[in-house]
């Protein structure tokens, strides 16, 4: 997948709010694993991958806003 580059200037609220939404997209696929392996939706490994994909994401964002100070 091609990758892009974002520049972002962010207060402090609008990274944790950024945090927050990651980390709730994340718990969302997440739970979609855990149906999927009752048999509901798509395949149980693909939410995972997701899920991980968007961990990923999220400890990038949390590295980029400790390294720039307020």
Same mark, same amino acid.
């Given at each position: 997948?091609?990758?892009?580059?974002?520049?972002?200037?962010?207060?402090?609220?609008?990274?944790?709010?950024?945090?927050?939404?990651?980390?709730?997209?994340?718990?969302?696929?997440?739970?979609? /694993?855990?149906?999927?392996?009752?048999?509901?939706?798509?395949?149980?490994? %693909?939410?995972? /991958?997701?899920?991980?994909?968007?961990?990923?994401?999220?400890?990038?964002?949390?590295? /980029? /806003?400790?390294?720039?100070? %307020?």
């Amino acid at each position: 997948m091609p990758r892009q580059i974002l520049h972002l200037e962010l207060t402090k609220d609008q990274v944790a709010d950024l945090v927050n939404a990651l980390e709730d997209h994340r718990d969302d696929f997440r739970t979609k /694993s855990k149906d999927a392996a009752r048999g509901f939706g798509l395949d149980s490994a %693909y939410w995972n /991958s997701r899920a991980e994909e968007v961990q990923q994401l999220l400890e990038l964002v949390m590295i /980029s /806003s400790k390294l720039r100070r %307020y």
